[in-house]
């Protein structure tokens, strides 16, 4: 029972983990109809950029922002010098371009910081938190309560401010959201600000909570969370989170309390497949 | 005057679909575009909206040059679309549909009055207001398209086939609700439509579009009566 709980928690964790990436490439899915494969280049950054600051400053509190806002940067960057060029052309020109963006910060993070795997023993200033018969640790606390702000954070913005309304509509036709005063550019960059800023903050959280930052930390991401916003429901924010949340606790719980024989890595995959086969639209998706 | 478009050209790859043409909208009127489809008039108001760059010509709007502004600027100028099929935001709900017409105009405007003028027009809207626009039938969709456009209280209303996929009983109160802005709320009103009977009983003017090309142009009036016209677009 003990080993059931802790693994349920650890699950619920990592889910949430993959619920901060994910949400940011529906998000960027959503609205420009892009596979932004190389945001999980942009976690992989975060963490980098996170752990590097930390050794600089020995802050969590300082190293935090400052990955949002160079990951930021860096999507942002993405978003005008690449995709908007190649809006144009059919989708998988674009895809090509983010693969490519994807390996390309991957290896310049293996230049600028070496090929082995750092540790980030970052020290959080919280007590483990006991609950019934197991103890929630720093890190798992840390993993809730940061993940249950940030998705606060951004179904407020989505939901109660003129910016959000202004987001959703460009999302879902952005030629007649522009005849409407909305200037949608800055609504595409806001939307990678909110997505790379998220993702920096997972980046930092994995690293954290594994004690591992390395150059390839975001190739797994990369394919696994596609996988998830197909199963949620593509472009849709709240499939994603939902998918997320679910793969996170099957992954534990089938894999590491079950011991059912099978790659980890394999179940989004399955998932996936029976989406497209049972409900191709998606958990949460329109059509 | 209020619109002005001089000489204008538009292209899809390298067909040109608008091959220089020239017309202009003076305040309070309310002038018609007709046409047979695939004419240019969905491209000619997109173009005006801003929606499709134009490749050769220019547009002036209240003496003013907007060839180069994008869409969003035209539309804070004063300019709004209602455009073909609506095209409402099928994942919003109808009073978020509206809103959006409202965008960074919040602050500057008496949001309730604004809002009950709207729900007076259209009291459908009103019923309907918290399903999402994906739920309205067709004709209801053509209205919200109408209020998002007109919340803003607009100078220049760009009208797209407001009649297409109608039932002839909508297409009637539709247009008399165009009508009756164009003259009580003296709104100015730029109409493509291809029912030219119905949209040419409530203009003031009108051209003809013919593959790109302005073929006729004159009074609403004097064309219902052009025999060219009459056996065109009108049946008779």
Redesign the interface.
Known sequence: MELFLEQLLNGIAIGFIYALITSGLALVYGILRILHVAHAAIYALGAYVGLGVYILTGSLIVAIPVSMAVCSLVGVAIEKFVYFPLLKYPPYVPLIASIALLIGIEEILRLAASPYIHAFPAEIPIDPVPLGPVTLSPILVTVYLVTVGVLAALWFISTRT?LG??M??SS??L???????????RIISITFTIGSSTAAIAGILVGIYFNQVYPTMGAVPAYKTLALIVVGGLGSVPGAVLASVLLGISETLLIGYAHIPLPRDALAFIAMIAVLMWRPQGLLG?R | MLLEARDLRVSYGDVEAVHGVSFHVEEGELVSIIGANGAGKTTILNTV???IPSRGGSIYFRDTEITAL???I???QGI??V?ERA?V????TVF?NI???L????KSTDVPSRLSWIYELFPVLKERAKQLAQTLSGGEQQQLAIA??LV?QPRLLLVDEVSMGLMPILVEKVFEVLGYLNKEENLTILLVEQNALASLSISHRAYVLETGTISIEGDAGTLREDPGVRKAYLGA
């Open positions: 003129e309304l202004a959703r509509a879902q036709d030629h007649i959201a522009g005849s409407l005063g909305i200037n949608t550019s329109r | 909206m801003g929606i994008p869409s969003h035209r539309a804070r709004r679309l455009p095209r935001f099928p994942l919003l978020e809103m959006t017409g965008y960074g105009l919040r998002r456009a803003s």
